[in-house]
């Protein structure tokens, strides 16, 4: 259903891990600046394109034109998450290009962050608690702004005059009743009416239910996934979608993003390759799901050295898990380091024989998984500025039981997040011991790295759905689940020596170094994300706390993960391994059991139990400590740009440029690649 792992982000950005990658040198040069912004709870960084050089002309042409695609569908984004965040994305824009008065002052200043912030979140709510934030200047100074940018463009809407739209506007975005969340979740509330979200308008949860119940087929063996590509509305009193299609919602950046993809078309390296790109301009022209489960079929087929994901794709967005963000990414297979994944995509009929579930959940034969470490060389849509690190798709389990699934590992992200991260002293303040520490600098990028392709190659794509269950059935808890079934396969693996024969790597001290850092993580440091006094919400967070908080109570009587106080400081330490993987193959059994069988009702309770609540005195500790190591808990990225060199009409090479200016990119996306009206 959702297979987008970022756990690395956290042990990266939080606590920023002290090592080299190995081997990666030749990557970086000693000048280059990985981190050129921070505001707010973010920092932007740059990643590098290594290796491009080693592309050929057409190839370098292929990636360019994808990277085109990557970039329209921008507007996308930011309506799906709140359908006025386009009329507030352009306001901001506008006073920021022409206001006239002081820009050297604590207003502006704040002006700018919070201007920064939108960008960062694609809208007005926080990209991971999904709840509504405020700009530091009073709405008063803000319209004093507006007042003093003459000749801004105002993205007014029909019927409004200047006043009108002032005030409209503003109350947007100073008034807390308005939209105060993007996804809700709250148990015992309408998830779907209380969403601000724009993937539903005037409906209800139960409406919803209703709409796609009475669609689907009962006994479908090969269901397609309903309402991925709409927005379902209440009009005349009657619910009904407004697909996005060419000819449809989103229409003039779906054109955009055929145009470009027609001319990748012409380059493909294959035929194979073009038919794929040739069915995914079909699914974008007629929105049918039936062509995207055709299109992704021939995409986990599809072995070129030159890979890209663009579509509706991810779930998160939605409170019910249903229907799907935009998304891009652009990249090409890193030939060495994809070795590693090879090595355990070629295994995968052992794990699964091995896997501690119950047999009849276990998948008697492991189709066509294949498995790669890539470069990455664009971002878009909902993968942008912020960025998955892992990638396992197609989501559609009939798929993925027919055809198989494709698993990358974003190398060249990973290894930007570790550069930026060098010798900021946060790992020294939340590990217990020198000795943990240690570990972890010799082994956890490793260890990062493999947990990533466990969890994306094997642990997303394992098991299987007893005849009958619906993909559907954990509805608003599929996600969180789904994560923590993937991550608890990948922590049972680390640990076994299965590892060390496929020559992964050498030492279990790689498996302590990912069990120390993901309990760590999950019971303690990555609360530096969550506001006080809010309880936690988005689907990885709540995955790696349900592992670490039921290992932690379940393991209470043999004391196999202790609670340590050294000078006022909380600190985990795990005391048996061995145990503790025990503990995760139980868990791992109960949570293939539960996704095999549809039981919302065990899902809904383990979730809520342990991965929901925050302990109030343990995160006020914690967010102290982060506090005083002045460091930001949030982590995206700008984008390299890809200009063509153009010789009698035809390009001759492309290059890449890294900028180092995320006003400037962001800016420059809003006039090259804005292509939606003001309300959609």
Same mark, same amino acid.
């Given at each position: 259903?959702?297979?987008?792992?970022?756990?690395?982000?956290?042990?990266?950005?939080?606590? #920023?891990?002290?090592?080299?990658?190995?081997?990666?040198?030749?990557?970086?040069?000693?000048?280059?600046?990985?981190?050129?912004?921070?505001?707010?709870?973010?920092?932007?960084?740059?990643?590098?394109?290594?290796?491009?050089?080693?592309?050929?002309?057409?190839?370098?042409?292929?990636?360019?034109?994808?990277?085109?695609?990557?970039?329209?569908?921008?507007?996308?984004?930011?309506?799906?998450?709140?359908?006025?965040?386009?009329?507030?994305?352009?306001?901001?824009?506008?006073?920021?290009?022409?206001?006239?008065?002081?820009?050297?002052?604590?207003?502006?200043?704040?002006?700018?962050?919070?201007?920064?912030?939108?960008?960062?979140?694609?809208?007005?709510?926080?990209?991971?608690?999904?709840?509504?934030?405020?700009?530091?200047?009073?709405?008063?100074?803000?319209?004093?702004?507006?007042?003093?940018?003459?000749?801004?463009?105002?993205? $007014?809407?029909?019927?409004?005059?200047?006043?009108?739209?002032?005030?409209?506007?503003?109350?947007?975005?100073?008034?807390?009743?308005?939209?105060?969340?993007?996804? $809700?979740?709250?148990?015992?509330?309408?998830?779907?009416?209380?969403?601000? %979200?724009? @993937?539903?308008?005037?409906?209800?949860?139960?409406?919803?239910?209703?709409?796609?119940?009475?669609?689907?087929?009962?006994?479908?063996?090969?269901?397609?996934?309903?309402? #991925?590509?709409?927005?379902?509305?209440?009009?005349?009193?009657?619910?009904?979608?407004?697909?996005?299609?060419?000819?449809? $919602?989103?229409?003039?950046?779906?054109?955009?993003?055929?145009?470009?993809?027609?001319?990748?078309?012409?380059?493909?390296?294959?035929?194979?390759?073009?038919?794929?790109?040739?069915?995914?301009?079909?699914?974008?022209?007629?929105?049918?799901?039936?062509?995207?489960?055709? @299109?992704?079929?021939?995409?986990?087929?599809?072995?070129?050295?030159?890979?890209?994901?663009?579509?509706?794709?991810?779930?998160?967005?939605?409170?019910?898990?249903?229907?799907?963000?935009?998304?891009?990414?652009?990249?090409?297979?890193?030939?060495?380091?994809?070795?590693?994944?090879?090595?355990?995509?070629?295994?995968?009929?052992?794990?699964?024989?091995?896997?501690?579930?119950?047999?009849?959940?276990?998948?008697?034969?492991?189709? +066509?998984?294949?498995?790669?470490?890539?470069?990455?060389?664009?971002? +878009?849509?909902?993968?942008?500025?912020?960025?998955?690190?892992?990638?396992?798709?197609?989501?559609?389990?009939? /798929?993925?039981?027919?055809?198989?699934?494709?698993?990358?590992?974003?190398?060249?992200?990973?290894?930007?997040?570790?550069?930026?991260?060098? +010798?900021?002293?946060?790992?020294?303040?939340? %590990?217990?011991?020198?000795?943990?520490?240690?570990?972890?600098?010799?082994?956890?990028? #490793?260890?990062?790295?493999?947990?990533?392709?466990?969890?994306? %190659?094997?642990?997303?794509?394992?098991?299987?759905?007893?005849?009958?269950?619906?993909?559907?059935?954990?509805?608003?808890?599929?996600?969180?689940?789904?994560?923590?079934?993937?991550?608890?396969?990948?922590? @049972?693996?680390?640990?076994?020596?299965?590892?060390?024969?496929?020559?992964?790597?050498?030492?279990?001290?790689?498996?302590?170094?990912?069990?120390?850092?993901?309990?760590?993580?999950?019971?303690?440091?990555?609360?530096?994300? /969550?506001?006080?006094?809010?309880?936690?919400?988005?689907?990885?967070?709540?995955?790696?706390?349900?592992?670490?908080?039921? %290992?932690?109570?379940?393991?209470?009587?043999?004391?196999?993960?202790?609670? $340590?106080?050294?000078?006022?400081?909380?600190?985990?330490?795990?005391?048996?391994?061995?145990?503790?993987?025990?503990?995760?193959?139980?868990?791992?059994?109960?949570?293939?059991?539960?996704?095999?069988?549809?039981?919302?009702?065990?899902?809904?309770?383990?979730?809520?139990?342990?991965?929901?609540?925050?302990?109030?005195? #343990?995160?006020?500790?914690?967010?102290?400590?982060?506090?005083?190591?002045?460091?930001?808990?949030?982590?995206?990225?700008?984008?390299?740009?890809?200009?063509?060199?153009?010789?009698? +009409?035809?390009?001759?090479?492309?290059?890449?440029?890294?900028?180092?200016?995320?006003?400037?990119?962001?800016?420059?996306?809003?006039?090259?690649?804005?292509?939606?009206?003001?309300?959609?």
């Amino acid at each position: 259903m959702v297979h987008r792992n970022n756990l690395l982000i956290l042990i990266m950005s939080i606590l #920023l891990l002290s090592c080299n990658t190995g081997n990666k040198e030749e990557k970086s040069s000693s000048d280059f600046q990985w981190q050129i912004d921070r505001f707010g709870d973010a920092k932007i960084l740059r990643y590098q394109i290594p290796a491009w050089d080693s592309l050929n002309l057409q190839q370098k042409e292929l990636v360019y034109y994808l990277s085109q695609a990557a970039l329209c569908g921008r507007d996308i984004t930011f309506d799906q998450n709140y359908k006025h965040n386009l009329v507030i994305r352009r306001t901001l824009e506008a006073v920021y290009e022409k206001y006239s008065g002081d820009r050297n002052t604590a207003d502006w200043e704040n002006f700018m962050i919070y201007l920064k912030r939108v960008w960062f979140s694609n809208g007005i709510h926080h990209h991971y608690s999904t709840d509504k934030f405020f700009p530091e200047v009073s709405r008063d100074v803000f319209v004093g702004m507006m007042q003093k940018s003459a000749g801004a463009e105002w993205p $007014m809407v029909e019927g409004q005059d200047y006043n009108t739209f002032m005030e409209w506007v503003t109350d947007l975005i100073f008034n807390p009743e308005i939209a105060p969340k993007r996804v $809700m979740q709250d148990e015992g509330s309408d998830i779907v009416a209380a969403s601000a %979200c724009n @993937y539903y308008e005037g409906v209800t949860e139960k409406e919803v239910d209703d709409f796609y119940n009475a669609i689907r087929k009962k006994e479908d063996n090969t269901p397609i996934s309903y309402g #991925l590509n709409s927005k379902l509305i209440k009009e005349n009193g009657k619910v009904l979608e407004k697909k996005y299609v060419l000819d449809g $919602m989103y229409g003039p950046a779906i054109a955009q993003i055929v145009y470009w993809l027609e001319k990748a078309s012409t380059v493909a390296e294959n035929d194979y390759q073009k038919q794929g790109i040739d069915k995914l301009i079909e699914y974008y022209k007629t929105g049918d799901l039936k062509t995207w489960d055709d @299109y992704n079929v021939l995409w986990v087929g599809d072995n070129s050295l030159v890979d890209f994901v663009n579509g509706f794709i991810e779930v998160y967005g939605d409170p019910l898990g249903m229907k799907a963000s935009w998304e891009s990414v652009v990249n090409f297979k890193d030939v060495i380091a994809t070795r590693r994944a090879i090595t355990i995509s070629e295994n995968a009929q052992w794990f699964e024989d091995h896997s501690p579930i119950d047999p009849r959940f276990r998948k008697p034969q492991v189709k +066509g998984v294949s498995a790669k470490v890539i470069t990455v060389a664009q971002l +878009g849509g909902d993968c942008y500025p912020t960025t998955p690190i892992g990638i396992n798709l197609p989501n559609a389990d009939w /798929i993925r039981r027919d055809h198989g699934s494709k698993s990358v590992t974003m190398e060249n992200i990973t290894y930007a997040y570790d550069q930026a991260s060098l +010798g900021n002293g946060a790992l020294e303040e939340f %590990c217990y011991s020198p000795e943990e520490v240690a570990i972890i600098k010799e082994h956890g990028a #490793l260890a990062g790295n493999l947990h990533t392709d466990l969890h994306e %190659c094997l642990g997303h794509g394992s098991g299987q759905l007893l005849p009958g269950t619906s993909s559907e059935a954990l509805k608003n808890y599929s996600s969180p689940l789904e994560e923590a079934r993937a991550d608890l396969f990948a922590l @049972y693996y680390m640990m076994d020596q299965k590892m060390i024969e496929l020559g992964l790597f050498t030492t279990l001290d790689v498996a302590k170094s990912e069990y120390s850092s993901y309990i760590r993580n999950g019971l303690m440091t990555q609360l530096v994300r /969550i506001v006080p006094g809010k309880t936690i919400e988005q689907a990885h967070m709540r995955s790696r706390a349900l592992i670490a908080g039921w %290992c932690y109570e379940n393991g209470r009587a043999e004391n196999v993960i202790e609670k $340590m106080v050294r000078d006022g400081k909380t600190y985990f330490v795990i005391n048996d391994y061995n145990k503790l993987r025990t503990l995760f193959g139980k868990l791992l059994f109960e949570m293939q059991r539960i996704k095999s069988e549809g039981d919302y009702t065990a899902g809904k309770l383990l979730v809520e139990t342990y991965a929901v609540k925050v302990d109030p005195a #343990l995160h006020t500790e914690v967010l102290e400590r982060y506090n005083k190591l002045n460091l930001a808990p949030y982590s995206g990225f700008i984008n390299p740009v890809l200009e063509p060199v153009i010789v009698d +009409g035809k390009i001759t090479d492309v290059k890449v440029i890294y900028p180092d200016n995320y006003t400037e990119q962001m800016m420059n996306y809003s006039k090259k690649f804005s292509f939606l009206p003001n309300l959609n």
